[in-house]
Each structure stands twice: as C-alpha cells, then as structure tokens.
C-alpha cells in the first residue's frame, strides 16, 4: 500500500470531531507561521524614561498621601478628590477629612521637590494653583 492510500486509510478511521480539530490546528499553525517573527520590539530611551518618571511620580503621590493620613485622628476618614504631580515634582493633593468634631473638612496639601509637606494657601497658590501634570487619585 502506498503512502497515499495508507494516509486516506486512517483519516477514513477518524471521527468528525477528530478531523475537525486536525484542520483547525493545521490552520492556526499556517496563519501562525505566516505572521512572521514574533520578537517584541524592545522599548526606547524615551518610552524608558517616561516610565520611570510615571513610577517615581507615583511614589511620591502616595507617600503624601500617607503622610497626611498618619497625621489624622480618624485615618480612615481620609478621601483624596484630587491628585496630580506636576511637571516640577510636586504633589498636589485635594481631600477631605473628618475633624475632631465628627464633620468633614476639605482641605489642600502640598509636597514640593524636596519632599516637604506644605499645607498653607500661600504654598498651595505657589505651588499648583492653575496647574496641570499626571493624574493619580
């Protein structure tokens, strides 16, 4: 018996369902192969840098944001409206609180450059009044 005639043979033996799935897979590998390298382009300098800068931007945003929560009396009271880190590196943070009295105050902090925490209206208009930068709360 030939190649041919054998190879015929055993798809007669198959079931359906088994023939389905051989040409389905058959195809997924041709379409697969046709498609070419696969290898991920690596990332640039820049897409690398502003990353980085996303990622430390972040940290900073956090780490006031768990400042003025540890300064609390009711920590758990704390909700940011507004967080933004602006092209200079500093935080600006909207929130609200509950006071000693059981209500809520809306209040502003600021965390400049040097990681100095800042929660007057002088700092605030300074510092992130009519500014914009990446979003984070």
């Known amino acids: 018996m030939n190649f041919i005639n054998a190879t015929k043979n055993a798809v007669s033996k ?19 192969a046709s498609q070419g390298d696969f290898t991920p382009t690596p990332p640039t300098a820049a897409e690398v840098a502003a990353a980085t800068k996303d990622r430390a931007d972040m940290q900073k945003a956090y780490m006031a944001r768990d400042l003025i929560k540890a300064s609390l009396r009711n920590p758990d009271s704390l909700k940011v409206t507004n967080g933004i880190v602006t092209e200079d590196g500093v935080v600006c943070l909207k ?12 209040e502003f902090a600021v965390m400049d450059a040097k990681l100095v ?3 007057t209206d002088a700092a605030w208009n300074k510092l992130c009044a009519g500014k914009s930068g990446s979003k984070y709360f």
């Open 117 to 119: 925490m800042h929660q």
């Open 14 to 32: 198959l079931s359906t369902f088994t023939k389905v799935a051989l040409i389905s897979v058959a195809l997924i590998a041709a379409s697969l």
């Open 95 to 106: 929130y609200r609180a509950q006071n000693g009295f059981g209500g809520m105050n809306v």
